[in-house]
């Protein structure tokens, strides 16, 4: 039900935006999140948003770089990335998750998409 978009080739320095867009019917309620996977590692955090869009978080390694909003009217979450570095390179997902009060988990989410390859290379 999470469909992203966005995803591509990059060199170094460049800038992507990510896009998410969810079920009309849910959207506005949930929190959302996007993580990240690099081939042959394990999925990791990388920024949440909460369900007003007036809190978020970042994991330490995009902070500053990277920055994540959402348009409820489109049921869409976006996530900026600027200044691109090799490390970036992976399969990027969203997810949502229901929380209470106007939050940005890192942890407790239950529905994700099917992911998008970013990929940062000369």
């Known amino acids: 039900q999470l469909v992203e978009s966005g995803g591509g080739l990059v060199q170094p320095g460049g800038s992507l935006r990510l896009s998410c867009s969810a079920p009309q019917s849910t959207f506005s309620s949930y929190a959302m999140g996007w993580f990240r996977q690099p081939e042959g590692k394990g999925r990791e955090f990388v920024s949440a948003i909460s369900w007003s869009g007036d809190n978020s978080r970042y994991a330490d390694s995009v902070q500053s770089r990277f920055t994540v909003s959402r348009d409820n009217t489109k049921n869409t979450v976006y996530l900026q990335m600027n200044s691109l570095k090799a490390e970036d390179t992976a399969v990027y997902y969203c997810?949502?998750?229901?929380?209470?009060?106007?939050?940005?988990?890192?942890?407790?989410?239950?529905?994700w998409g099917q992911g998008t390859q970013v990929t940062v290379s000369p």
């Open positions: 997810a949502a998750a229901m929380v209470g009060g106007d939050n940005a988990p890192e942890y407790g989410y239950h529905y």
